[in-house]
């Protein structure tokens, strides 16, 4: 089974500096990964995703994320965080089925601080 | 195009009750699954409908049950509430079911049991 990891439960940042958010994932096939945020009192919204076709994602909000294959992981970074960014980030895997359920992994709270 | 609907918003309800929830998917979406969201357990997957019929389930007891209409509208029910029933629903939608398909999902719904 596909199952994705998120080291670090929280993160906090300044205002101005690097968002650095960490996924690792384990898959026996080619996975197809998710990036999603949430903020207080809602739903998810999705970031970005990787299905392959490039190992350099860009998303929405400035947000990006890096497939390395040699490394099992899928973080997620901003250049520049801003107090908007404040917000709950999950990574997630679909394909266990076969189709598009999604498995979340724990989920990250991100903290920026002025 | 407008997204992913779900009401009521907030319910409280008390043990032992039963409880229906309603979404409404994103137009010419065919696909709508559901999502628990817990504060211990994180986000778990509890059923997904396509073309009217449950096609891949989580691993929830059989309180916990759905259907999807031919218009893609999907209701989830749970009777005989529980305390630890209580949790953020999410309902989610993508056009077809393929692992490259990406959920968009609703705000939820606050279920309460006290």
């Known amino acids: 089974a596909q199952s994705v990891t998120q080291l670090g439960s929280h993160v906090s940042v300044s205002e101005g500096a690097l968002v650095l958010l960490r996924c690792n994932y384990s898959?026996?096939?080619?996975?197809?990964l998710f990036w999603y945020v949430q903020y207080p009192n809602q739903g998810l919204q999705l970031l970005l995703k990787?299905?392959?076709?490039?190992?350099l994602v860009k998303g929405i909000n400035g947000f990006e994320a890096e497939f390395k294959k040699s490394e099992t992981s899928f973080h997620l970074t901003k250049p520049s965080a801003h107090m908007s960014d404040a917000a709950e980030y999950f990574c997630?895997?679909?394909?266990?089925?076969?189709?598009?359920?999604?498995?979340f992994g724990k989920g990250t709270m991100l903290l920026v601080s002025p | 195009k407008a997204g992913v609907t779900q009401t009521p918003r907030y319910l409280i309800k008390t043990r032992g009750q039963q409880v229906t929830l309603s979404c409404s998917p994103i137009?010419?979406?065919?696909?709508v699954s559901w999502y628990q969201q817990t504060p211990g357990q994180g986000l778990q997957f509890l059923f997904e409908?396509?073309?009217?019929?449950?096609?891949n389930k989580g691993n929830f007891p059989g309180r916990f049950s759905g259907r999807q209409f031919s218009n893609s509208r999907s209701e989830m029910n749970v009777s005989t509430l529980e305390l630890g029933d209580s949790a953020l629903y999410l309902c989610?939608?993508?056009?077809?079911?393929?692992?490259?398909?990406?959920?968009?999902f609703g705000p939820g719904t606050r279920l309460t049991v006290l």
């Open positions: 989610a939608s993508s056009l077809l079911r393929e692992v490259t398909d990406t959920q968009y």
């Open positions: 898959s026996s096939v080619p996975p197809y």
């Open positions: 990787y299905t392959s076709a490039a190992t």
């Open positions: 997630a895997v679909s394909g266990n089925s076969g189709y598009s359920t999604l498995t």
């Open positions: 137009s010419g979406h065919r696909s």
């Open positions: 409908y396509f073309s009217e019929t449950q096609r």
